[in-house]
C-alpha cells in the first residue's frame, strides 16, 4: 500500500508512513495518526535532532476479501480500522475472531471494547 495516498503530505514529510492499519514514526507504532505526528514534531525539535536513514519494512495490512467477509457475516464479525470485532473483542486475525465465535456463538454488541 503506497502510505502517500493515505497521508497528508506534512506527516509524510517527518518521514511518518501508514501500514493499512498502523501509523509508524521511526521504530514506535500508533493507531492514531495524532500521536504519531505529535511525536514526531518532539522528536525532530529536540537539540540535535538527526534524521533516521535506517529504511523501515512494515506488513502491509489489507482487508478481508469477499469470502472472508461471507465468514464473518454467519459469524457476526465486522472489520472495523484494521481490526476483526466479534462481540467486545477485537482481533489482529479472522482465523481467531472465526474462532471464537465458533467457541462463543450469538456475542453482540460492543459493550466493554476498549478502543485505541
Given amino acids: 500500500m503506497d502510505s502517500s495516498s ?3 503530505p506534512a506527516a509524510a514529510a517527518v518521514g511518518i508512513c501508514f501500514d493499512g492499519r498502523t501509523y509508524h514514526y521511526r521504530e514506535y507504532s500508533y493507531d ?3 500521536d504519531a505526528f505529535g511525536y514526531a514534531k518532539l522528536d525532530r525539535a529536540r537539540p540535535g535532532f538527526r ?3 535506517t529504511p ?3 506488513k502491509q ?3 478481508p476479501t469477499p469470502q472472508d467477509r461471507l465468514q464473518m457475516a454467519a459469524h457476526g464479525i465486522v472489520y472495523e480500522r484494521g481490526h476483526y470485532l466479534y462481540g467486545p473483542y477485537r482481533y489482529d486475525l479472522l ?3 472465526l474462532e471464537y465465535a465458533k467457541h462463543e456463538p450469538g456475542l453482540v454488541g460492543t459493550e466493554g471494547r476498549q478502543e485505541s
Avoid: N
Fill in 95 to 97: 482465523s481467531a475472531a
Fill in 56 to 58: 523501515r519494512h512494515w
Fill in 51 to 53: 534524521e533516521d536513514q
Fill in 6 to 8: 493515505v497521508l497528508p
Fill in 32 to 34: 492514531r495518526l495524532e
Fill in 61 to 63: 495490512w489489507v482487508g
